[in-house]
């Protein structure tokens, strides 16, 4: 599946980075990077996690 960051919605509290610091990092200005677009077996479970604690609903995951 894709990982997908609507950035319009992100307000950047860094609970993504929080569930799955592997995947989603804020940076040295606060602006939200998603390291990688693709789940992995190893991710999957974290970035699941991401996304339902994402407050303004920012995260999505979409089926390739
Ligand atoms: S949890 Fe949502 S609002 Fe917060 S930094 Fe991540 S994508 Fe942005």
Not at 4 to 18: H, R
Request: aromatic share 4%; hydrophobic share 40%.
């Amino acid at each position: 599946m894709k990982i997908k960051v609507d950035f319009d919605l992100c307000e950047s509290n860094a609970l993504c980075e929080a569930m799955a610091p592997e995947v989603f990092e804020l940076d040295d200005d606060d602006y939200l990077v998603v390291k990688t677009e693709e789940t992995t077996p190893d991710n999957v479970d974290d970035v699941r996690r991401a996304v339902a604690a994402c407050p303004r609903a920012a995260i999505s995951l979409v089926e390739d």
